[in-house]
């Protein structure tokens, strides 16, 4: 068979992949409490406290953060949920090594730190031992950071995830169900991005974490006070993996599949200079800040299989949220903004829009269908439940995780390689294959039943 022949019948077969009834596929849960310990209790650090708090098959070890405000909101928290005070690391920026040392030992790390220190806390779990390291978003920040990771990952035999939630939004779940199913056909196309006004969490006024103010770094607080400068330093695609991660599922990249090369285009930066003369006027110190991120930037990606794929970086200007999903294939596709659904010969009448609500529910996903209640009241729509729910049920199964270190770095890597591309007058970029070659080999694994 021939190396074509192969991606093709790899990519039909997981088409067809139908939804296995739970146990068939993983082991049962071990009955044992895990140990977790938490680097970054910052905003996005509660959202996963809360959700560890809530769940009675894990003890939260260790905290570690820097920041006062963010540590008395982390401990008043966990008094409230009546869980034991875990041990408390702070002080310097590195007292997180210090934590990774503790006695009562760390089954699994949670980090929720700013991008720069992703990559170095990683590697340093890991060469500490520990076995799975579950990261938010965004892996390092150059290519090499990215490959970093991976070898760590590999030569100590460490699970790591990047906590990418929208992989389990309700819809998105159900869109990935459909085209399991075959319901779009063979996948043509896809788009996918980060278009989100965040002017207001790159600015504020030091005591909020939204708006209020212009400042940013020390003046600021939460996300200000780091985020920004990459808007300022940086032009690429900023923020993929929102986007990226669900198409990446729909068509099995990693697992069959794979992104072979990148270009990216970036307009010219006005949002946050604007938005700085606006709300605080031209006298405001940051009025002078040159910032190098384009205000909308465009990247397309191939893939081995055959399909492309759009994603766009759209944060800096006003503008209602959304990821602007469109999933397309030979029978139909589904496109999240007009949400709308349409499948030749299936569709109520041709050319025109279903409303996709009717298919959405119909093919909701097993694993929303078994732990909404579990979900209900978690962060995004309660889909930061499952995340963390995969993360801590693969641990307690000592089991691979449903996402892993090479799916983190190719979705992450988009950010460093659409840099380069932009840098490079827009030249089209060829993808790594951080993988070696087992991309040819490796099977789906994420949510093929409903347990985790
Ligand atoms: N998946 C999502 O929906 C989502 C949403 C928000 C944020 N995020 C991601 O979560 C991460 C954190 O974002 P956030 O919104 O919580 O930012 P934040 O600024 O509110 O929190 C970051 C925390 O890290 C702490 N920190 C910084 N350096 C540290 C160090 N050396 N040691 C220990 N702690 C340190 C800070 O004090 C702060 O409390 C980022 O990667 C961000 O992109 C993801």
Redesign the pocket.
């Known amino acids: 068979m021939n190396r074509k022949e192969f991606v093709k019948n790899t990519g039909l077969a997981a088409a067809t992949l139908a939804i296995l009834p739970a146990g068939e596929l993983f082991a049962s849960a071990a009955d044992t409490k895990i140990k977790i310990a938490m680097?970054?209790?910052?905003?996005?650090?509660?959202?996963h406290l809360d959700l560890v708090l809530r769940r009675n098959d894990v003890e939260l070890v260790a905290i570690?953060?820097?920041?006062d405000?963010?540590?008395t909101r982390a401990k008043e928290m966990i008094t409230k949920s009546g869980k034991k005070m875990p041990q408390i690391?702070?002080g310097?920026?590195?007292?997180?090594k210090k934590m990774l040392e503790i006695k009562a030992g760390i089954d699994g790390i949670i980090?929720?730190?700013?991008?720069e220190?992703?990559k170095e806390?990683i590697i340093g779990s890991i060469e500490a031992g520990i076995k799975y390291i579950g990261?938010?978003?965004?892996i390092g920040i150059t290519l090499q950071d990215h490959w970093d990771v991976v070898k760590a990952a590999e030569k100590y035999k460490a699970h790591v995830m990047m906590?990418?939630?929208?992989c389990y939004r309700r819809d998105v779940m159900a869109v990935l169900n459909m085209v399991r199913q075959g319901l779009f056909g063979e996948m043509i196309h896809l788009q996918g991005g980060y278009q989100h006004d965040l002017r207001d969490v790159k600015f504020n006024d030091g005591t909020k974490?939204y708006g209020g103010g212009c400042e940013i770094g020390d003046k600021a607080?939460?996300?200000a006070?780091?985020?920004t400068h990459h808007s300022i330093h940086r032009n690429g695609d900023l923020?993929p993996?929102?986007g990226i991660g669900p198409i990446a599922h729909c068509i099995n990249i990693n697992r069959g599949n794979r992104f072979v090369n990148l270009a990216s285009f970036s307009t010219k930066a006005r949002g946050l200079h604007q938005h700085i003369i606006k709300k605080c006027g031209p006298d405001h110190p940051n009025a002078k800040i040159s910032f190098k991120l384009g205000d909308v930037v465009t990247t397309s990606i191939g893939c081995a299989n055959g399909e492309t794929i759009l994603l766009q970086h759209d944060t800096n200007l006003p503008r209602p949220y959304s990821l602007g999903f469109r999933v397309q294939g030979t029978e139909g596709l589904w496109m999240d903004l007009n949400k709308g659904i349409y499948i030749e010969g299936k569709s109520t009448k041709p050319h025109q829009w279903d409303e996709a609500k009717v298919w959405l529910d119909k093919y909701d996903h097993p694993l929303w269908a078994k732990w909404s209640k579990e979900a209900q009241g978690s962060?995004?729509g309660g889909m930061?439940f499952y995340?963390i729910h995969s993360f801590v049920e693969s641990i307690k199964r000592n089991a691979p995780t449903a996402m892993d270190v090479y799916d983190a770095a190719a979705w992450s890597a988009i950010t460093p390689l659409s840099e380069m591309s932009i840098e490079k007058g827009n030249e089209t970029i060829e993808f790594p294959d951080f993988t070696g070659g087992q991309w040819m080999y490796r099977k789906p694994v994420f949510a093929l039943n409903d347990e985790y």
């Open positions: 680097i970054g209790v910052g905003l996005r650090g509660q959202n570690c953060d820097i920041d405000r963010m540590l690391f702070t310097d920026i590195y007292a997180w980090i929720a730190t700013p991008w220190w992703h806390m990261s938010e978003v965004m906590l990418e939630n929208v974490a607080w939460s996300e006070r780091w985020r923020y993996t929102h962060g995004h930061d995340v």
